[in-house]
T-cell receptor, first 115, second 118 residues
Framework: GAVVSQHPSWVICKSGTSVKIECRSLDFQATTMFWYRQFPKQSLMLMATSNEGSKATYEQGVEKDKFLINHASLTLSTLTVTSAHPEDSSFYIC???????????FGPGTRLLVL | DQQVKQNSPSLSVQEGRISILNCDYTNSMFDYFLWYKKYPAEGPTFLISISSIKDKNEDGRFTVFLNKSAKHLSLHIVPSQPGDSAVYFCAASRIGMNYGGSQGNLIFGKGTKLSVKP
């Protein structure tokens, strides 16, 4: 199956700092990438969708200035949590879709802890 | 309004028996369905999918059944193995149409935690 990687796998940072998470499709070209977050014992919550070369589309309630998404190439999307606060602590997961396909393949996730 | 529902938060099955995970949806426009398996602190792993033109899809020990009239799908795992213990999410999508901002968005259920006991 298709492989999607995320880096870093976990990060601990101080409140007010910015954190960048990378999502890469390793063996296919991802025309669309999705960013999710998951709180404990909750389902995946879609934050935003990014298409290569265009601006990301954010879900209702997700601050675009807080969560900056860049999909600069067909294999890389980045999520930057700007001025992170403790309430941003969560598990962030990306997924990628190959051109013309429907199945999303997920990365392993990034655990963010903001102190 | 929850459009994809997994009403059983947990399921316990004996090793070697069949596991049946259920999922209901409310939006009749959904036409593509997927099952994912997830371990704690990991990303979901794709298991199997089915489009609305089919009522069954099989891949090894995993079979997904779709009942469009009932807006219901189920995942059967036979035989169940202890390594199958995880949270299983069903997801629904609409082929070829923008939904929630972009083509191919998935709507997830809340998951069912499967425990397979040796």
């Amino acid at each position: 199956g298709a492989v999607v990687s995320q880096h870093p796998s976990w990060v601990i940072c101080k409140s007010g700092t910015s954190v960048k998470i990378e999502c890469r499709s390793l063996d296919f070209q991802a025309t669309t990438m999705f960013w999710y977050r998951q709180f404990p014992k909750q389902s995946l919550m879609l934050m935003a969708t990014s298409n290569e070369g265009s601006k990301a589309t954010y879900e209702q309630g997700v601050e675009k200035d807080k969560f900056l998404i860049n999909h600069a190439s067909l294999t890389l999307s980045t999520l930057t949590v700007t001025s992170a606060h403790p309430e941003d602590s969560s598990f962030y997961i990306c997924s990628a879709v190959n051109r013309g396909r429907l199945t999303q393949y997920f990365g392993p996730g990034t655990r963010l802890l903001v102190l | 309004d929850q459009q994809v529902k997994q009403n059983s938060p947990s399921l316990s099955v004996q090793e070697g028996r069949i596991s049946i995970l259920n999922c209901d949806y409310t939006n009749s426009m959904f036409d593509y369905f997927l099952w994912y398996k997830k371990y704690p602190a990991e990303g979901p792993t794709f298991l199997i999918s089915i489009s609305s033109i089919k009522d069954k899809n099989e891949d090894g020990r995993f079979t997904v059944f779709l009942n469009k009239s009932a807006k219901h799908l189920s995942l059967h795992i036979v035989p169940s193995q202890p390594g199958d213990s995880a949270v299983y999410f069903c997801a629904a999508s609409r082929i070829g149409m923008n939904y929630g901002g972009s083509q191919g968005n998935l709507i997830f259920g809340k998951g069912t935690k499967l425990s397979v006991k040796p």
